[in-house]
């Protein structure tokens, strides 16, 4: 009889706050890993992880991006229609459109 396997763990969930939302978008900028070439978008993603402080891989540090991307096109979407009101432009806004436009 064989001995039960122990239960993988799971890595602990990372929660993003804005500091590291932040910390995040200014390294994106740094090494743009949307300009790589094909093949090394992995390697640029996991250099832009590995200056993080947060444990997370290059996916995670891919998914968070492209989460504050689709938001930011929505509030900007939202933003347009709704004309004649001032909204209050943030340095995060700086930051995400400008990763947006390396993005495109």
Partial sequence: ?????PPKK???QVR???A???ALLKEILAV???Q???GSTTAAWATVAATLVLDV???HCRERSTLLLTEFKAKMAKSAAASGIEEEHTERDDLLANVLELSE
């Fill in 20 to 22: 590291d939302d932040d």
């Fill in 16 to 18: 993003f706050d804005d």
């Fill in 36 to 38: 790589v070439e094909h």
């Fill in 1 to 5: 009889m064989e001995s039960p396997r």
């Fill in 57 to 59: 891989d290059a996916r």
């Fill in 10 to 12: 799971r890595k602990t």
């Fill in 32 to 34: 743009n890993p949307f």
